[in-house]
């Protein structure tokens, strides 16, 4: 399937969203290229991060259903989980790399591999929307070390008072060595 000429299309009513998802895809070839993983596999996991994210509250839930999530898992989560159920079950992805990559990319787990964090650090360091202070320091930052870029991220998420994941916080316990100015 050519990925990138359906989210093209499924996205033409939310251009915004369009320019994120192929920001995410450019940035997510760049590092990993620079960090030598697999390049499709990094395309691929962009493109279809939020596929799920303009589906309907109705739909969604549905989906949920389908997929056998928690539908206590808050609400903001969904896209995620939905995000992973549609790209098994109407984009025939099979590898388990890509498909918890697209599950994890909003909360983070501690048992994210290279590939996986280059999504959860690149759909905030995109070049295309993300313009604000902190996704450029993020970027920057990314370019020489792709576990400083994750710390970086973390810690700006948790600094936001509101309840976190269990993932995110498992995953800052793992990762907070890296964020610089920490030692
Ligand atoms: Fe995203």
Request: glycine content about 6%; overall charge neutral; proline content about 2%.
């Amino acid at each position: 399937m050519d990925y990138l000429q359906n989210i093209k299309d499924i996205m033409k009513e939310h251009p915004g969203r369009l320019e994120h998802i192929l920001g995410v895809m450019d940035e997510s070839i760049k590092l990993a290229e620079i960090y030598k993983l697999d390049v499709e596999k990094a395309r691929v996991m962009a493109l279809l991060h939020d596929v799920a994210k303009k589906i309907g509250d109705c739909t969604m839930k549905t989906y949920m259903v389908q997929g056998g999530y928690d539908l206590k898992l808050h609400h903001k989560l969904w896209h995620a989980y939905v995000g992973e159920f549609l790209a098994l079950t109407q984009y025939g992805v099979t590898d388990d790399e890509i498909l918890k990559g697209i599950k994890w990319h909003t909360t983070g787990h501690p048992d994210m591999t290279e590939l996986q964090k280059v999504l959860f650090v690149a759909d905030i360091t995109e070049k295309r929307t993300r313009l604000f202070e902190d996704a450029r320091i993020m970027r920057e930052i990314s370019y020489k070390s792709l576990n400083e870029a994750v710390a970086y991220k973390l810690n700006y998420m948790l600094s936001n008072p509101i309840t976190h994941h269990p993932y995110t916080v498992e995953m800052w316990e793992k990762y907070k060595k890296y964020l610089k100015g920490s030692e």
